[in-house]
C-alpha cells in the first residue's frame, strides 16, 4: 500500500513549515486567531486540496475526450461546524466552459472520482501516535 505523507515542524507561534515531496509551504493562522497571516490555515489547506484535486480531473478529463481545459477552474467551500469543530457540507463549484452539456454525465462520474473528494466521503479514521 502507497503512502503519502505530509511533515509539519514548528518556526514560530502558529506558524508551521509543511514539507510534502521536498517541497516547502506555510501554514498560519490569522492575526485575530494569535497567528501571524504568513500562510493558509489548515482547514483552507483541505479546501485547496478538493478544489486542486477536482481541477486535475476536469483536466484529465479534456485530455482523455479532446476538449479544451482553459478556463477550469475548481473552488472548494465548506461549513465550519461545531460538536466536534469541523468542516462539513463541503461543495465544489466547477467552471469548464469547454465541456459541451451532452458530456456532463460523463464527466461528473469521472470527476467526482478524485481522491480528495473520495476521502472526505468515506467514514476514516486519524490516530494519533506520540514519539
Same mark, same amino acid.
Given at each position: 500500500?502507497?503512502?503519502?505523507?505530509?511533515?509539519?515542524?514548528?518556526?514560530?507561534?502558529?506558524?508551521?513549515?509543511?514539507?510534502?515531496?521536498?517541497?516547502?509551504?506555510?501554514?498560519? *493562522?490569522?492575526?485575530?486567531?494569535?497567528?501571524?497571516?504568513?500562510?493558509?490555515? /489548515?482547514? &483552507?489547506?483541505?479546501?485547496? @486540496?478538493? #478544489?486542486?484535486?477536482?481541477?486535475?480531473?476536469?483536466?484529465?478529463?479534456?485530455?482523455?475526450?479532446?476538449?479544451?481545459?482553459?478556463?477550469?477552474?475548481?473552488?472548494?467551500?465548506?461549513?465550519?461546524?461545531?460538536?466536534?469543530?469541523? *468542516?462539513?457540507?463541503?461543495?465544489?463549484?466547477?467552471?469548464?466552459?469547454?465541456? /459541451?452539456? &451532452?458530456?456532463?454525465?460523463? @464527466?461528473? #462520474?469521472?470527476?467526482?472520482?478524485?481522491?480528495?473528494?473520495?476521502?472526505?466521503?468515506?467514514?476514516?479514521?486519524?490516530?494519533?501516535?506520540?514519539?
Amino acid at each position: 500500500m502507497a503512502k503519502t505523507q505530509a511533515t509539519a515542524e514548528w518556526n514560530d507561534g502558529y506558524r508551521f513549515t509543511v514539507g510534502i515531496r521536498g517541497h516547502k509551504v506555510i501554514s498560519d *493562522l490569522p492575526q485575530d486567531k494569535g497567528g501571524g497571516d504568513a500562510g493558509p490555515t /489548515p482547514p &483552507e489547506f483541505l479546501l485547496a @486540496a478538493l #478544489a486542486t484535486c477536482t481541477g486535475v480531473f476536469a483536466r484529465m478529463f479534456a485530455d482523455r475526450e479532446g476538449l479544451p481545459a482553459q478556463g477550469i477552474e475548481a473552488t472548494a467551500t465548506a461549513d465550519t461546524l461545531a460538536s466536534p469543530m469541523r *468542516l462539513g457540507n463541503f461543495v465544489v463549484r466547477l467552471r469548464f466552459s469547454g465541456l /459541451p452539456r &451532452e458530456k456532463h454525465d460523463r @464527466a461528473r #462520474a469521472f470527476i467526482e472520482s478524485c481522491m480528495v473528494g473520495q476521502t472526505l466521503q468515506m467514514e476514516n479514521t486519524v490516530q494519533l501516535k506520540f514519539e
